[in-house]
Structures are given as structure tokens and as C-alpha cells.
């Protein structure tokens, strides 16, 4: 089963369960919060305008199911914003069950990720924030290993979040830097 089409199905079954709030913070492994942050200030925010950019050439299996959300965006006459999946963002339940039961041909039976499509993106056209923000001002990534004092002067910054790739988050840098910054035990953390 591809991977977007898993994380489709997981959270598609998880908005039926009725215990949950009816609006629902989602996250995931690839970034942390730098700062503090209200639930009221969470929104989406745009990566880019797909109808601004060139399809042809060669595509990787994310951009390809990137363009496939946005076909399915434009066939239900929505926006082709894609939206940055690298921030937190606040789900109302009723709403992504209603998006994923429309865009259901675009990732039910779905193989591989170019198959799938991108939740987030079809949610946020589906139902638009009020104001359009673009991430960059937002968020930073760390994609590259770069030396501690970089990381560690990039997460000061007045960001909201930071994103990394799985190979910074394989090289231990990230655990070091976050020892630094916070070197007294969350209560939460596990104890060997």
C-alpha cells in the first residue's frame, strides 16, 4: 500500500471516531514548534500556486501527486493552491470526511504516492482559510546537515516551526541541538 494512500486511510478512519473534538489538531514527525503557539492562532498556510507553474519535465512521485490533487481540485472547480504540509493544521472533523468522501477516487485504491493525493492541499482548497498566507515567512527547513551552531541559530529564529528531512533527523544533530536548548527532562519523556 503506498505511503500517502496509508496516511489517507488512517486519518480518514480517525475522523469517524466520535470521542475526538470536532476540530482536530494534526502533526506529524517532520517538524517541531519553535515557539509557543495558541490552537486559535494554527492556520494553513499556501507552499505555492500550481496554476503558476510549469507540468512537464521530469516529475518526482510527490510533484506527481501534487499534480494529481490539483487536477482534482480544478475538476471540482476549487483553487490550486498547494498547501505546505511541513505546519501544524487544524482539521474540523465533519469537513475531512466530507473533502475525502469527494476525492475519495484520488487515493482509495491508490498504489503508490503518485497515485495518492495530498489530504492537506484538498482540504485547504476545499475550504479556504480567509486570508491567503505563503509559508515562507512562517516556517524554516533544515534539508542538509549543516554545523550545530547553524542549526541551533536557525531554530532562534522567529519562525513558528521548523521542518526537517529524515537524513538531518538520522544524524543525531537534531537531538543534540535539541539537548542544548532544552536540557531539563520533559515530564513526558520516557525514562530507561
Known sequence: MGIMRFVCRKLYDAMHHEELSDDVLYMCDDFVFLQPVEASEIQPY?????????????????????????????????????????????????????????????????????????????YFNSYPPDQIEYAQSHRIGILDPQPEEEVLAAMMAPYETMFYSDQVAEDGLLFKVFNKMFPDPSKWERKE
Not at 474540523?92 to 485504491?109: L, T
Open 46 to 122: 499556501v507552499m505555492e500556486d500550481m496554476a503558476r507553474h510549469y507540468r512537464g519535465g521530469s516529475l518526482d512521485n510527490w510533484q506527481k501527486m501534487l499534480w494529481k490533487t490539483y487536477d482534482y481540485c480544478q475538476a471540482f472547480g476549487l483553487p490550486g493552491y498547494n498547501f505546505e504540509t511541513h505546519t501544524p493544521k487544524v482539521f474540523n472533523r465533519g469537513r475531512f470526511i466530507e473533502m475525502m468522501d469527494r476525492f475519495k477516487p484520488a487515493w482509495y485504491n491508490a498504489r503508490h504516492m503518485c497515485d495518492a493525493m495530498n489530504y492537506e492541499t484538498g
